[in-house]
C-alpha cells in the first residue's frame, strides 16, 4: 500500500520560498507518476506539477511555471516541489499524489489513486 506524507509547509511573505517535501514509501515508484495538487479555501482542488518517476520528465500548471520546480530524490523515495516567488495566490493546502503509470500527465486528480494528508502552505502580502 503506497503511504504519502508531506511536509515543509508554512507561512511565508509574498515573494519568498518554501520547499515542500512528499516521502513515499510501499512500493518501487519506477512506473509511477508523482504529483502536488492544492485547494485553496472555497476552491476546488488544482493540479500543480507533475513528474515521471523513472525518467524524471516534468509537466506543470501555467499558474506556477517558471517559479515552482518539481523533482525526485530516487534513493529516498521523496518528491519536491520547490516554490519561489511565491504570491498570495498560492496559499493553499498542498497534496502528494501518486498514480501508477507514467505513459502520459494528467491534469485530473480522480486518475492518482494515493494522496497525503496535505500541507497548509500560507503566503502573506
Known amino acids: 500500500q503506497v503511504q504519502l506524507v508531506e511536509s515543509g509547509g508554512g507561512l511565508v511573505q509574498a515573494g519568498g520560498s518554501l520547499r515542500l517535501s512528499c516521502a513515499a514509501s510501499?512500493?518501487?515508484?519506477?512506473?509511477?507518476?508523482m504529483g502536488w495538487f492544492r485547494q485553496a479555501p472555497g476552491k476546488e482542488r488544482e493540479f500543480v506539477a507533475a513528474?515521471?518517476?523513472?525518467?524524471?520528465?516534468?509537466n506543470y500548471a501555467d499558474s506556477v511555471k517558471g517559479r515552482f520546480t518539481i523533482s525526485r530524490d530516487n534513493a529516498k523515495n521523496t518528491m519536491y516541489l520547490q516554490m519561489n516567488s511565491l504570491k498570495p495566490e498560492d496559499t493553499a493546502v498542498y497534496y502528494c499524489?501518486?498514480?501508477?503509470?507514467?505513459?502520459?500527465?494528467?491534469?485530473?486528480?480522480?486518475?492518482?489513486?494515493?494522496w497525503g494528508q496535505g500541507t497548509q502552505v500560507t503566503v502573506s502580502s
Open positions: 513528474i515521471k518517476w523513472r525518467v524524471g520528465s516534468t
Open positions: 499524489a501518486a498514480r501508477p503509470g507514467s505513459l502520459y500527465f494528467t491534469l485530473f486528480e480522480y486518475e492518482y489513486d494515493s
Open positions: 510501499g512500493r518501487t515508484f519506477n512506473s509511477y507518476t
